[in-house]
């Protein structure tokens, strides 16, 4: 069995992979934002994952960032902005995947202000215990 730490640093290391592809495809305006999307909600469910492994949260599998904020405060995990911030990203985990939508929303930078959010709360909660992160802010 492995140490909550160290699970929350493999996810750390996942969210950091998910951050490269979302950048990687934000700079490019002819990639269709649901794809963009894709990577930052599971970016930033990863970051919320790796929260819940550090504090030994037991969670289900899930894509749901809601649910996994909802986890969270259950515990008494205190965040550092209003628990709604990522509601947002929901819908690119799955739904926009597999369907066509005429509008959305919300733009690249938008996207990316929430992904900064996560990835430097994460890293701050468990700043005393992460060692050689990929992605250095």
């Known amino acids: ?10 996810l750390l290391a996942l969210a950091e992979r998910d951050i490269t592809s979302f950048r990687a495809l934000a700079s490019h305006p ?5 794809a963009t999307g894709f990577f930052a909600q599971q970016a930033v469910e990863k ?15 899930t894509h749901d960032v809601d649910e996994l904020v909802d986890l969270l405060l259950q515990h008494h995990v205190a965040m ?13 985990a799955v739904i926009l995947r ?3 939508t005429p509008y959305i929303s919300m ?9 900064d959010l996560a990835y430097q709360w994460v890293r ?3 700043a005393s215990d992460i060692v050689g992160t990929k992605i250095d802010r």
């Open 1 to 10: 069995m492995t140490h909550p730490i160290e699970r929350a640093r493999r």
């Open 30 to 34: 002819e990639v269709d934002i649901s």
């Open 47 to 61: 970051c919320l994952k790796a929260i819940a492994e550090y504090h030994s949260i037991v969670f289900r599998r």
């Open 80 to 92: 550092p902005f209003p628990s709604d911030q990522f509601s947002v990203l929901n819908p690119f």
């Open 98 to 100: 597999y369907e066509e």
């Open 107 to 115: 733009s690249l930078v938008e996207m990316g202000q929430l992904v």
């Open 124 to 126: 701050v909660e468990i």
